[in-house]
């Protein structure tokens, strides 16, 4: 038996510890893992719970990214609770397997701590990775401080592997500004950790040697369709309620309270921005002081990236006259994917708000409040006009003379 | 303890319980699926096996059927080798949290082709090995990408015409050598390191056993005959396979803990390899005048392979 490791009520944590120590208390029976920045330390502390007797499952240091989630895979099909964590160039190479684990319904944990993709080879956050496998048919959360990293993991097992689910589940951070910087984390003891997650059910394993089953067929134009049709629609229809369940039992354990999409300040906002990861409490605070100055500012963070929240953002922005989504990726050549997801959800929704989009912080560049003040500037200038008085899509931040397009 | 099966001839091993079922989209032919029959049958122990992308795998789990009477995945076409080493770890952390579902031991086979095996699993096939899992590797080693149509792997022979490094005018086909995968795998320092072919029945059965007692990984590479890429009449599988083995192209031998060699098998007259190039369609091609030599330096090469084996195995190292 593993150890029990005595945690402070609160511990100062940053995002890589409080997602290591979450992987702890539930008792992923294993984890294949490669090292990489700034995911590595999610590897190196499990490895050091490994050493000091608080872990009893099995830790594979395997050869690459594609082998730890090739070794998730099989560990996950055989039937236990599993897990990993990676970043960037090494999420670019698992690309294959992540498709490979949603499609053969398996509820292994993914911890991505988002970080630019090379060329240039950069190490810091952005969301570049994250967009890379939005279609990857997993689903994904997004944590904007190390509090909701350790949260969100607890989470993302209990739906994973509800047996109407069945689907893999990421976790996301921002590298570094999440991931490398230390806050204090309120803890759950590790048996009401594990307790709210439970033991592991296992479903189709090919462990259980009297009932063999064979995983990851073949299909063709007879069959393909069929069955991601079914994850598609089981991702469209079985996913929310299991997540707004588990956001409830989460919350009635704890009272952090998580929703599919995080409003701040939205009841009467008439100019809201749209971010992700740590860009949300920035934006949350930037909010707080236009509204200090008379405008009606407001804040959506998207917590479930995939499956995407169509209803709950319809909702989020009724009022709102003025909209801007801020994307963290470079789009290459086209509009940025949360100004295209917000598009597609609002072009019928009631609103006729004004929406453009803005690319910010590539490869780990600040998100400062001054950028964030320009922004809400635009956006009342685009509510009092009705239409867009930008071009549709900027770049903010970046040196040389101004980039704008549409 | 693992339980082996003792198999005196072949009408009893032909009536043997199978848990790869005959129903299988395989070519008439195709020495896989007799390769595979031979693996599994060795052993009445619980099997947990894996395939990588191939003809193995597209031929036996097309949705809604399976060929398979025992657990198996396949993920991809690289990751045969990781996808039942993370199912062994699976089994080592149930096993020790008390979780698994009967008491049995069961054995962890991964199956892939030579462009699985040589080529685009290479890496992760060497991961499972530098970390010690308990499992078996078998490279179903045909020579060639034949689920694909015939592409040229790394393990394709010298003058072999494959359809990315065909025969013409100005070519002989292949240009490099194939690679010696055991002597690669054997330098992992694995506990067990064979080549089989299944004409050689009792061989193969002995050294599959031995590998399923070995502790670690065990790596066997099964040369398979193909007679859709080789070019050869589905009926005369065992016969080609015969001339690879008794004109030692395919010589048998194993290599214990990394570096003791044995030969296990010493054909009573030695085919030559002309034979055995002759009665393939892929090297017609080097029997023109102009490519004759490389005939000959087939010869020579195996010649100096069969004396390295033998002086390998004198010497004991």
């Known amino acids: ?406 | 303890m693992s339980e082996m099966k003792n198999i005196k001839n072949l009408k009893e091993f032909s009536t043997s319980a199978d848990r790869f079922e005959g129903a299988n989209l395989l070519c008439p032919g195709c020495a896989h699926s007799i390769i595979v029959r031979e693996v599994l049958n060795a052993t009445n122990d619980d099997l947990i096996l894996s395939a990588a992308t191939g003809c193995l795998e597209v031929c036996t789990a097309v949705y809604p059927y399976t060929s398979w009477d025992a657990s198996w995945i396949h993920i991809g076409f690289e990751n045969a080798s990781t996808a039942i080493a993370g199912a062994e770890a699976m089994h080592k952390a149930l096993k020790r949290k008390g979780r698994l579902k009967q008491e049995r031991d069961p054995k962890f086979v991964a199956f892939g082709g030579d462009g699985a095996t040589y080529d685009i699993g290479f890496q992760w096939l060497s991961g499972c090995f530098e970390r010690g899992h308990n499992m078996m590797y078998v490279c179903l080693d045909n020579e060639v990408y034949a689920n694909t149509g015939g592409q040229r792997s790394s393990s394709t022979p010298i003058g072999a015409s494959a359809t990315t490094s065909p025969a013409g005018r100005v070519s002989y086909g292949e240009k490099m050598n194939k690679k010696d995968m055991l002597a690669i795998m054997a330098a992992h320092g694995a506990p067990y390191v064979a080549q089989v072919a299944p004409n050689k029945w009792k061989d193969m059965i002995k050294k599959i056993q031995t590998g399923f007692a070995a502790n670690g990984p065990v790596y066997i590479n099964a040369m398979s005959a193909c007679t859709t890429e080789w070019k050869f009449l589905p009926e005369d599988t065992i016969a080609i396979s015969d001339m690879a083995t008794d004109s030692l192209v395919f010589p048998l031998y194993e290599i214990i803990d990394g570096t003791k060699l044995n030969i296990t098998y010493r054909p009573k007259t030695v085919v030559p390899v002309e034979e055995y190039l002759a009665a393939q369609g892929r090297f017609k091609h080097l029997f023109k005048d102009e490519y004759k030599y490389l005939i000959k330096e087939w010869q020579e090469r195996v010649d100096a392979k069969w004396d390295y084996l033998q002086r390998r195995e004198e010497a004991s190292v």
């Open chain 1, 1 to 406: 038996m593993a150890d029990t490791m005595e945690l402070r009520d609160i511990e100062v944590w940053d995002g890589n510890m409080a997602a290591a120590q979450a992987l702890r208390q539930v008792q992923v029976d294993v984890v294949a893992a490669y090292p990489i920045t700034p995911s590595t330390p999610v590897v190196e502390n499990y490895a050091n719970f490994l050493a000091n007797g608080y872990i009893d499952g099995e830790f594979v240091m395997v050869e690459s990214e594609h082998a730890a989630m090739s070794g998730c895979i099989g560990a996950s099909a055989a039937g236990g609770r599993v897990a990993t964590a990676t970043s960037a160039q090494g999420y670019a190479l698992m690309v294959e397997t992540l498709y490979q684990a949603s499609g053969m319904r398996l509820p292994i944990i993914l911890n991505v701590i988002n970080r630019a993709l090379a060329s240039p080879l950069n190490v810091n956050g952005d969301h570049s990775d994250m967009y890379l496998g939005r279609d990857s048919g997993w689903i994904q959360f997004d944590a904007y401080n190390p509090q909701q990293a350790y949260d969100l993991n607890f989470v993302a097992f209990k739906v994973a592997e509800d047996h109407d689910v069945r689907l893999p589940v990421m976790v996301h951070q921002d590298g570094f500004m999440t991931s490398h910087t230390a806050q204090g984390v309120k803890t759950l003891s590790d048996e009401v950790a594990f307790n709210f997650v439970g033991e592991f059910q296992p479903m189709n394993d090919m462990l259980d040697l009297d009932h063999p089953v064979t995983h990851g067929v073949q299909t063709e134009e007879d069959w393909h369709f069929e069955h991601k049709a079914r994850q598609h629609n089981d991702l469209m229809t079985k996913v929310f309620p299991k997540i707004q369940a588990a956001f409830d039992a989460y919350e009635a354990l704890t009272g952090r309270k998580y929703n599919i999409v995080e409003c701040y300040d939205m009841d009467d906002a008439e100019v809201a921005v749209v971010c992700m990861g740590t860009s949300v409490e920035t934006a949350v605070e930037v909010a707080k002081e236009q509204r200090a100055k008379g405008i009606k500012a407001g804040v959506v963070g998207i917590r479930v990236i995939r499956p995407w929240p169509f209803e709950q953002i319809a909702q989020a922005f009724q009022g709102c006259k003025a909209i801007a989504a801020l994307d963290r990726s470079s789009p290459n050549g086209a509009p940025g994917m949360l100004y295209n997801e917000l598009a597609g959800t609002l072009y019928n929704a009631a609103t006729r708000a004004v929406l453009t989009g803005y690319v910010y912080g590539l490869g780990g560049r600040d998100l400062t409040k001054s950028l964030l003040n320009q922004i809400y500037a635009d956006l009342v200038a685009n509510a009092a006009a009705g239409k867009p008085t930008t071009a549709l899509q900027q770049l903010i931040g970046v040196r040389g003379p101004k980039l704008e397009f549409l």
